[in-house]
């Protein structure tokens, strides 16, 4: 019988982003108080959109999260290469099912807004944090408001900018990486975009992609290598003098898209953060291992953190125990994600025509059978 007087009496929680609620979500299912502080008083007002691969959209079906509201299993993804032709087709929808669950492309404030709905009162919005602090037995968050919430453990899921994070590591700061662009979601599906679709186009110092997200909406962005968002002028001026060709579909969206929808960005990460505890406090997600917005991977991995530590934390109250192993075998998963998005941006930006040939003859010429074990990898985040 599970002796019930050891187990963990409270969460605390700040960051109410992806990290933040799936965890919230994983610790309430198993009989775990939590409270999630949100900075904000209100969900994010711009929309922007996701892939969640297989593995990560299986632990979010298990907390009974309805993925097919706030998104649309992806079937095919696309790769057009140099010169806009298409060099590959990864059956990421046949592969995925083969695992037990669809990959979806989503609509993050749906998801996000869906997720709150199922931690309700739990989650406090309108709570920002401006410090932490560990005890021997307990961490204590203090808000600007004055006021302070006070748990077994305080886990900071907040983010590549975290409060709790700078607690733990004064000095550290994430590493940007010269790339950027902007990212939307439309109300509209672009003519040239079939359903259950995500096509990337790689150029010369830039990438694009677009994707069906579902509930008639698409998600589209365009990123530059070694050129950042200037906001002094025209956001779609800005891409039409930095691509060397714009895709017939990445015009219809940028015709779809009024600029107030275009989120700007700016790629960083944060590689080699060792330890992401100290005391009572922990982070995970992009507030521990934060990684570039076009690996395709931060939601997926905070995601994973959030269901390991809390079935961790349900198993013992060792704090310092769990806090070593979830590190232990998180860490190197993080690290190889952020390590592979620098190579894919790099890879996918090469402004080297030699290079650029090389890999999209490399990318066209991979036999059926060895393209799905690329996208079993993808699919399971191994």
Known sequence: MRDWSKLLKKVVI???????L????ALK????AVTVHEKYDHQQHHQTGFLIWSYAIDLL??????????????????????????ISEMPVGEVSRSHGADSFEMNRRRLIECMSELVAEDLKFGHECVSVETRQESAVAFFADGTSDEGDVVIGCDGAHSVVRAAIHPDAELKMLDAGGWI???DHHPPSLQQNRHMDFWQPGCKAGVADIGNGEARWYVAFNHRLPDASSSKK??????????????????SMTDEAQMVSTKA??????????QGRLLLIGDAAHATSPYAGMGACTAIADACLLAEMLDQSNDVENVFIEFQKQRKPVADAVIEESRHGLDMSTCRSRFR???????LSHIPDHKMKQIVDAMVTGR
């Open 268 to 277: 960083g990460d944060l590689l080699a953060l060792d330890p992401w505890y």
């Open 29 to 32: 299912q198993r009989g775990i």
């Open 237 to 254: 001026l800005q891409i039409k003098q930095g691509m060397v060709d714009i895709p017939e579909v990445i015009q219809q969206c940028i």
């Open 356 to 362: 650029n040939w090389i890999r999209d003859w490399g």
């Open 22 to 25: 799936t965890l919230a979500l």
């Open 14 to 20: 700040i960051g109410g982003g992806i990290g933040g």
């Open 184 to 186: 939307a979601v439309i």
């Open 61 to 86: 079906q298990k907390l009974e999260v309805p993925v097919h509201r706030v998104g649309t299993p992806l079937e095919v993804f696309e790769v057009h290469g140099r010169s806009g032709q298409k």
